[in-house]
């Protein structure tokens, strides 16, 4: 494909929203699972990890053996124009839930959603081009998938992964007294926000977008945590609390402490807030004690990360460390 051909189209104008901001609410979506669920089949491994916590992905053991599988499946709308650059975010942010639970990825197959009358198939195949390398950096198969014509551009993957049933990462295992890890810094709502509205490509928000998360979970483990999640479409503010409310103890936050992209604090003030975001920040709100934060900084908090990193209850090398654990309180967040 010529360079020409691909920058004439900008992929996030054929989207409503973009990346993981195009989340169904988590208030909503809770409102929607509550009470689903079903007795195990007959002669299935025990469920690990279901919809109880929410938690990243469904974990499940294996009879007969020390082993466990790991399964999620994650796709959204274009969050950058640049075809290829998009599927690398989002296979990368599909693998996430896997190293999010202490897993590795074994085999995954593609989710494509295209509208075959308005996008060509050129870029479709670029898109699956970025997936494909991706997951081969992360020593995980692609075994097929499935599409379907869709007015909207979606994709994703479906992912299987393996772990140690003796050492998963799981949103509920957190306890008072650990500190809050994030490997990766925040703003990259508002980034992907001001690049669907402007054109402006951010060179630090995709570096970071594709990234994955394998080296933060296998440190995390290495340090004998047991609880973690990933921060992605329910921001910062939603993931910890749901992590807060699981484990049930109350999550402090050092917000001076919290790392950000380059632009992020400029995006916010220019505007470039998603109505994701803004969700997030209200979902969260009755649960939070915001103390002297301002505006802005409660938005940043909140805003909906798209392949963003993990969030540890432990200390993870390298990573910074933004608040602790403390006994069940008032609130299941307190900013500081």
């Given at each position: 494909?010529?360079?020409?051909?691909?920058?004439?189209?900008?992929?996030?104008?054929?989207?409503?929203?973009?990346?993981?901001?195009?989340?169904?609410?988590?208030?909503?979506?809770?409102?929607?699972?509550?009470?689903?669920?079903?007795?195990?089949?007959?002669?299935?491994?025990?469920?690990?990890?279901?919809?109880?916590?929410?938690?990243?992905?469904?974990?499940?053991?294996?009879?007969?053996?020390?082993?466990?599988?790991?399964?999620?499946?994650?796709?959204?709308?274009?969050?950058?124009?640049?075809?290829y650059d998009w599927g690398r975010i989002a296979a990368a942010n599909a693998l996430s839930d896997v190293y999010a639970m202490g897993g590795r990825p074994v085999l995954a197959v593609n989710l494509l959603a295209w509208?075959?009358?308005?996008?060509?198939?050129?870029?479709?195949?670029?898109?699956?081009?970025?997936?494909?390398?991706?997951?081969?950096?992360?020593?995980?198969?692609?075994?097929?998938?499935?599409?379907?014509?869709?007015?909207?551009?979606?994709?994703?993957?479906?992912?299987?992964?393996?772990?140690?049933?003796?050492?998963?990462?799981?949103?509920?295992?957190?306890?008072?007294?650990?500190?809050?890890?994030?490997t990766k810094p925040l703003g990259l709502g508002v980034l992907n926000n001001r690049h669907k509205a402007t054109g402006e490509r951010f060179g630090q928000a995709i570096a970071t977008m594709t990234a994955l998360n394998?080296?933060?979970?296998?440190?995390?483990?290495?340090?004998?945590?047991?609880?973690?999640?990933?921060?992605?479409?329910?921001?910062?503010?939603?993931?910890?609390?749901?992590?807060?409310?699981?484990?049930?103890?109350?999550?402090?936050?050092?917000?001076?402490?919290?790392?950000?992209?380059?632009?992020?604090?400029?995006?916010?003030?220019?505007?470039?807030?998603?109505?994701?975001?803004?969700?997030?920040?209200?979902?969260?709100?009755?649960?939070?004690?915001?103390?002297?934060?301002?505006?802005?900084?409660?938005?940043?908090?909140?805003?909906?990360?798209?392949?963003?990193?993990?969030?540890?209850?432990?200390?993870?090398?390298?990573?910074?460390?933004?608040?602790?654990?403390?006994?069940?309180?008032?609130?299941?967040?307190?900013?500081?």
């Amino acid at each position: 494909m010529t360079p020409t051909r691909q920058a004439s189209v900008r992929l996030t104008q054929f989207a409503h929203g973009g990346g993981c901001a195009c989340k169904i609410p988590p208030g909503e979506l809770e409102d929607v699972v509550a009470g689903l669920g079903a007795p195990p089949p007959e002669g299935a491994g025990p469920l690990l990890v279901g919809l109880a916590t929410g938690d990243d992905a469904a974990v499940v053991a294996l009879p007969g053996q020390d082993l466990a599988m790991v399964c999620t499946a994650d796709f959204f709308t274009p969050v950058v124009d640049d075809p290829y650059d998009w599927g690398r975010i989002a296979a990368a942010n599909a693998l996430s839930d896997v190293y999010a639970m202490g897993g590795r990825p074994v085999l995954a197959v593609n989710l494509l959603a295209w509208p075959r009358d308005r996008l060509p198939f050129e870029l479709a195949r670029e898109v699956l081009r970025g997936g494909q390398d991706i997951a081969t950096e992360a020593g995980c198969h692609i075994g097929g998938g499935h599409s379907v014509d869709d007015p909207e551009p979606k994709y994703g993957m479906a992912v299987t992964g393996l772990a140690d049933p003796a050492r998963l990462l799981r949103n509920d295992a957190g306890r008072a007294g650990l500190p809050l890890s994030l490997t990766k810094p925040l703003g990259l709502g508002v980034l992907n926000n001001r690049h669907k509205a402007t054109g402006e490509r951010f060179g630090q928000a995709i570096a970071t977008m594709t990234a994955l998360n394998r080296d933060a979970s296998a440190a995390a483990l290495a340090a004998g945590a047991t609880c973690a999640t990933d921060v992605t479409g329910f921001g910062l503010l939603g993931h910890l609390h749901k992590l807060a409310r699981a484990s049930g103890v109350t999550a402090v936050v050092d917000t001076a402490a919290v790392p950000y992209l380059d632009g992020a604090r400029e995006a916010v003030r220019d505007g470039y807030v998603s109505g994701g975001t803004r969700r997030n920040l209200d979902w969260v709100a009755p649960c939070t004690d915001f103390g002297g934060a301002d505006t802005d900084t409660r938005l940043l908090l909140a805003d909906a990360q798209t392949s963003g990193g993990l969030l540890v209850a432990g200390e993870v090398p390298g990573a910074a460390v933004v608040g602790e654990l403390v006994p069940r309180g008032d609130h299941s967040i307190v900013l500081r």
